[in-house]
């Protein structure tokens, strides 16, 4: 199995070539770099330099954090009170329940709205978008194959998702590595 510093080479040199090879289908311009749950902080100082490498070749990176779009759909949908008031009545799970609905219905902020938003001034030919703080997720508020799903069609933008989790087989995810999670997979996403 490759190494972390290995996998980001790899998306590195599929990110410079012309065309970038991230992805066979131009509605679905997307990747995943897998990484070990444990491998946070490492993973967020090589992400700063393989910032630096491609600003080197013209390419202007865009961190879009999903931490931040799920605190932005929880307030922009009935607020956080509302989701501590529901816990402390009916337990974290429904209270998780509540989140994903903030995240997925139309009649609140769905999360593919929130991302395409932050993705539309972005120029397809410049920018690189990095999706990171998917552990801000867990354990189950939203799976990140369904995100990629929905995106389809949405943007040109080329969009890695940093996901934090273990492998298993070639297309197999366990997000967070959580062992009562069910393996995801996304066959048409190139997983580094």
Not at 8 to 28: F, G, W
Not at 158 to 178: A, C, S
Request: glycine share 4%.
């Amino acid at each position: 199995m490759l190494s972390l510093k290995e996998r980001i080479e790899l998306l590195e040199n599929d990110l410079k070539a012309e065309p970038q090879r991230v992805s066979v289908y131009h509605d679905m311009p997307f990747a995943i770099l897998r990484y070990e749950p444990q491998d946070e902080w490492t993973l967020r100082k090589e992400l700063s330099l393989l910032a630096t490498r491609l600003k080197a070749i013209g390419k202007e990176t865009v961190e879009i954090s999903l931490s931040e779009l799920l605190w932005q759909a929880i307030e922009a949908s009935e607020g956080l009170d509302q989701i501590i008031e529901l816990e402390k009545a009916m337990g974290f799970e429904k209270a998780q329940e509540q989140v994903t609905i903030y995240l997925s219905d139309s009649d609140y902020r769905p999360l593919k709205c929130l991302l395409a938003e932050r993705l539309k001034p972005l120029d397809p030919a410049k920018h690189i978008a990095f999706l990171w703080r998917a552990a801000s997720m867990a354990p189950a508020i939203y799976p990140m194959s369904r995100l990629l799903d929905e995106m389809h069609g949405y943007t040109r933008v080329t969009t890695i998702l940093f996901y934090p989790g273990t492998i298993e087989g070639t297309t197999g995810l366990r997000f967070m590595d959580l062992m009562d999670r069910e393996v995801q997979g996304n066959y048409r996403v190139k997983i580094y």
